[in-house]
């Protein structure tokens, strides 16, 4: 049902087709409910929340994953003044003290719902290994396969929907379930424009012809039933059981954007990146617990001030629409948005007009999920150089996570060789981070 595959280098184009569609000036200044004319009376008359959600506390996740490694002094660390700091200025957000890039006005707009975390620092400069340990809380070992946060979230929280995956991710690769097995594996949508082309009937196949086809499937299954059998061949059963169920729910309507009002799509930006983000929001709705969207670019050797502009063109309305849609609709306090790469880059300009791997010290935004709102944790030194206070390894932030989703971070899996991992291998709650 779901197609899992291991992140390789993160150096891949992203998809910069399109505009958002909207005057950046005018979305700023409004926001995309602002544009449309709604109040927040109007907003919460269309919330929609999923049935028995528990609005007080974290229950669902949804990683935004900026493979490549971005800079964190032209994003979320400026450094005006600096010989470090280059071309791009900062700006003034809805949150007092806290500036940010000039090119994440929308995010600017909307910081007063989001953390940052300026102090996040590793050992791990290569891509692999660093973009392995972000997702794993573990340094990549031969003899194991970790779990991905995603898997350990579904396999921590039990599932709210029934009908459709809990953990998926959309227009990238992402890590699977890792030693845990493919029940909690990710259901994986490559191309956000045909998410559905999986669930859809064959040409020349109506329900009537599907159904006998299912009908002749489980009857020959039952004459293997009663035999013993491998749990991979078990699961497979439990995969087409759930796929199944999948192409007859209501529940996969989240997929269709075609629902979405026209402002809504071109707010998030008419990208991919834009409608995945669109689409993390409305999985949310049906009770997914953990949704990764991908937005590569960000490994810039050269010219990376002119790579940072474009990247942002394409982050800055998704995520910023992002966070401000999951507020109006009363969803915030219970998701959890992190938005972070595998490292840093060099404060150091280099001879190609570009910046270098630097896991030394980065940053990350942090929103929603009982995080505290219109807050930096953490800071880096004058030139963006060392952590100055407040280092926090990836462990720390996983852990943080978890502490919100209620789920203990000490606990102990097993590996098929009985092994014990813990699902969070070091590190404690930032607790300056939690409301």
Known sequence: MGKIQATGHACGNIDCDGQNGLNRRSFLKGGVFGFMGLSLLDLMKVSVLADGAEVSKCDSVILVWLAGGPSHIDTFDPKPGQATAGPVKAIDTTADGIQISEYMPIIARNM???????????????????????HTGYKPLGSIKHPSLGSLVCQQKEKKNPEIPSYISIGGTSFGAGFLGTQVAPFYIGDPNNPTRNLDFPANVDHDRFKRRVDLLTALDKEFSGQKRSESINDYGQYYKDAVRMMYSKSVEAFDLNKEPDL???GYGDNNFGKSCLMARRLIEKGVRFVEVSLGGWDNHQNVFDAVERNCNTLDPALGTLIEDLNAR???KRTMVICTGEFGRTPKINANNGRDHYPKVWSG????????????????????????????NPGELHAT??????????????????????????GKPVKDLIA
């Open 330 to 332: 009363g969803l915030l």
């Open 401 to 426: 996570m978890f502490e919100q989703l209620g789920v203990d971070y000490t606990k102990e899996n097993q590996t098929e060789q009985g092994r014990p991992i813990r699902i969070v291998d070091k």
């Open 365 to 392: 935004l942090i929103a929603g999920g009982g995080i505290k709102a219109g807050f930096v944790h953490g800071a880096s030194d004058a030139t963006g150089s060392e952590v100055k206070d407040g280092a926090v």
């Open 112 to 134: 007063k719902h989001a953390a940052i975390i300026r102090s996040l620092t590793s050992k791990e400069g290569s891509h692999e290994r660093a973009t392995y340990e972000m």
């Open 264 to 266: 809504y799509r071109k």
